[in-house]
């Protein structure tokens, strides 16, 4: 058992052998910034002011050299390796608030619909209780004794009271978990997931009017963060713009609807990039500077691949977005290949 502290509030968590220093804080219930939890995209960076850790395996896109002399450190993959290791992580954002991730939570698949020619709806019943969670978090799932890896999905419906999690996963060509979930989930069969994870979660103190940029299986968290925003009674606007190839690739059209007529403050705006309807055609970033001319006023929630939420993060900045009002969600590969570390110890 090792202790992180946290510098400069000098708050001391519990960190069990074996577990990461992001484990840590997620279990004492701390909101670190974390998306692909394999060391891919750098979203957890912290730097390290005392102690030693074993950072395990990462990308140098996301942990440069430079940065790994200047003494950070990736929290997802870093385990102590000394008594005690002090990380930077500002005394503001340091509050507990988040539900605590259980591991290995035994679920069963209640339904699955097949959304677009891609896309799989998972629908998920607990075993035990109902695990808790904010909308727009993500669970991992996966069958690693069977070589299967836990990757990340986002959960797509908002919290109810009988647990139930709802998915939304695309197949990706040779992706070792997208194409278990779709050939070999079935109906009754029994799995594992842990979580909840994430920091892609909603600010209840903000009452601006919300834009919402997805493409892909990036609908999934905005559509539990808006139907858990519509269920509370949001008052100001809610628009929801979707990009997909061709009008078989939209999923939930349903629901969407549904929510259209039902809240008058929603708004579901599909744009095609290469079939043809009668909405809205082209880029999501080419449609923004003519739909949202001015965003000064508006909180922004992106989410997709991560080239995708890159993009669509500079063009709302030049359309006046506020930074602290842009929330991303990249869904980074955590496909990492094997390789010898450069350096595994970092002190
Ligand atoms: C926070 C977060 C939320 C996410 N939410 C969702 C979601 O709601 N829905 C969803 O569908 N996805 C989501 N993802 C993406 C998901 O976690 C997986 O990355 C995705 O399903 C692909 O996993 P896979 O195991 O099928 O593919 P991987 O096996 O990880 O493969 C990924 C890529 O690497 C390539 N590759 C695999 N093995 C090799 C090899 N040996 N050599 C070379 N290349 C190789 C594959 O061809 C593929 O292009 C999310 C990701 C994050 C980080
Ligand atoms: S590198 Fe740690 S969460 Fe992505």
Known sequence: MSTVKLH???????????DTILG????????LPNNCRAGACGECRCKVTQGSFDQ?????????????????????????TSDVVTIEYGTDDAQPKLFPPQENLHFTVVDRIQRTPR??????MPLGKPMRFWPGQFITLGDEANGIPARSYSICNAPNSDGELVLLVTRVADGLTSNWVHDQLQIGTRTKISGPYGTFIGDPSVETPVLCLAAGSGLAPLLSLSGAAL???????????????HADDVPNLGLLKHW????????????????????????????????YPDLSNHSIYIAGSPEFSAACEQVVLGLGADAKQIHTEGFFD???PEQPPEERLIS
Not at 8 to 18: A, F, H
Not at 56 to 80: E, F, H, I, N, T
Not at 119 to 124: A, Q, R, Y
């Open 8 to 18: 400069p509030s000098g708050q001391e968590i519990p960190c069990e052998d074996n």
């Open 334 to 336: 955590q496909f990492i």
């Open 56 to 80: 395990g395996m990462v990308m140098d896109m996301a942990l440069s050299q430079a940065d790994r002399a200047a003494g950070y450190g990736l929290m997802c993959m870093a385990k102590p």
């Open 24 to 31: 840590a804080l997620e279990k004492a219930g701390y909101a």
């Open 260 to 291: 259209q007529i039902k809240h008058r403050n929603f708004k579901f705006r599909p744009t095609l990039t290469r079939g043809i309807h009668s909405g809205l055609q082209g880029r999501i970033t080419e449609l923004l500077p003519e739909l």
């Open 231 to 245: 269920r509370r009674g949001y008052k100001a606007p809610v628009q929801l713009l979707f990009s997909a190839r």
């Open 119 to 124: 896309m799989v709806e998972l629908h998920l």
